[in-house]
């Protein structure tokens, strides 16, 4: 992968690209941002880069004896042209790289052998070459471990040192790639010491989505690289790109996806599915028309599938974010607010307003947020969302937060 290859980040890209021309490399640097920020993708592509360098970057002798200074790009689109003259670049771009070692949370793969990522590599270089910006979820599902809870286990653990102890087989660098490291659990301490005191030109990256969820004794020995949210225009701008869809649409799934990509991308997956209707009648069997109304929009719900389910309760979050924002915001920024938004969620925001006041919408998102996390966890949909209209009802007729 390459840094043109990352959406955006360009700041990031510069950091890294002048930590290595300013020899101010750590051994161990942590990645860490938000889901669909593109964190992974630019720790691939940073891995690359490293991996294509010479041994010695500071000086390499010349045939007089003499030491000829070694220039090292200075930004990323230098650092794209000097990855692609090496001969490895093939290797890097495949993800096949000797020297470069990846370790991400696993399931067992035969019975009565412990859960390694060496077993699913070709899962893995499947998997970023469809979803780079996909989550834990994603790639569980992808390699079909269904209910299963993927893990980094003692035995992984034993496994990186046993790959980190090798010498390098043509690069000046090895390295570890580590996906998720909040899946480490307590066998992850026995990684200290090697992250501690690495053999000679080694690397390990660390990509992570939750500072708090990392074994503190890891975390204390890692550079932190921090990788921000998308902003709007760069998510618009690749859904052009590589959706082929217009700027308009575009423009309303980047506002929604509120930075993550990954956001972005299920929405334009779902774009066609009239959400805002189903959620009109939701609202209205909620409110007005009784259970018989209820128990049949829930069906229908119920049917959508799992995917379907969560795109529609994030696209309820997403109006009700967009009716808070409409009443605190004033002047131009409500104008620019109300332009990005369709006619039907413009009336839907304001009568929202009319009907709520702030903590009431708070507490709906907050509700519709554990309806989504339960549905990636399997939960019953039609049992869930029976007891999320409950909580709904309860919320807006008594503006109360019921524990169903």
């Known amino acids: 992968m390459l840094f043109k290859d990352v959406i955006g ?135 079909g471990a269904e209910n299963k809870q993927g893990n980094i286990t003692a035995q992984e653990c034993n496994d990186i040192i046993r790959k980190l102890s090798l010498k390098s087989f043509e690069s000046g660098y090895k390295m570890l790639v580590l996906w998720m490291p909040e899946y480490l659990g307590k066998e992850g301490n026995k990684l200290l010491k090697l992250i501690e005191e690495p053999p000679a030109d080694t690397l390990f990256i660390l990509v992570a989505e939750n500072e708090s969820a990392i074994l503190s004794t890891i975390l204390s020995r890692c550079q932190l690289v921090k990788i921000p949210a998308l902003n709007t225009e760069e998510i618009e701008a690749s859904l052009v790109a590589k959706a082929n869809i217009s700027a308009d649409k575009a423009r309303l799934i980047a506002n929604a996806s509120e930075g993550n990509y990954r956001e972005a991308l299920q929405q334009l997956q779902h774009a066609d599915e009239d959400y805002f209707n189903l959620l009109r009648e939701w609202l209205n069997a909620i409110l007005r028309s009784g259970p018989a109304a209820q128990i049949k929009i829930i069906e229908e719900i119920a ?24 009443e605190v915001m004033s002047g131009e920024l409500q104008e620019n607010l109300l332009a990005g938004m369709s006619s039907g969620e413009k009336d839907f925001a304001i009568k929202l307003n009319k009907q709520m006041r702030l903590e009431q919408k708070e507490a709906i998102a907050e509700e519709l947020d554990k309806a989504s996390y339960y549905i990636e966890r399997n939960a019953n949909a039609k049992i869930l969302f029976h007891a999320l209209t409950i909580k709904l009802f309860h919320i807006v007729k008594s503006n109360a937060v019921v524990s169903v």
């Open 9 to 143: 980040q360009q700041e990031v890209k510069q950091q890294l690209v002048e930590m290595v021309q300013h020899n101010r490399l750590s051994h161990a640097l942590l990645f860490l941002g938000k889901e669909g920020c593109g964190a992974l993708p630019l720790a691939l592509a940073f891995a690359n880069y490293v991996v294509s360098l010479p041994k010695e970057t500071a000086a390499v002798p010349s045939m007089f004896g003499d030491a000829v200074e070694t220039k090292l790009p200075a930004s990323p689109g230098e650092a794209d042209g000097y990855m692609q003259k090496q001969p490895s670049f093939s290797k890097g771009q495949q993800m096949v790289h000797p020297d470069i070692h990846y370790a991400y949370p696993v399931v067992t793969k035969k019975a009565g052998s412990p859960p390694l990522s060496t077993d699913y590599a070709t899962e893995w270089r499947e998997f970023i070459q469809q979803y780079p910006h996909g989550n834990v979820y994603d790639w569980l599902q992808f390699i």
């Open 303 to 326: 049917r959508l599938g799992r995917e379907n389910q969560k795109q529609f309760l994030r696209y309820f979050i997403h109006l009700l974010e967009q009716a808070v924002r409409l």
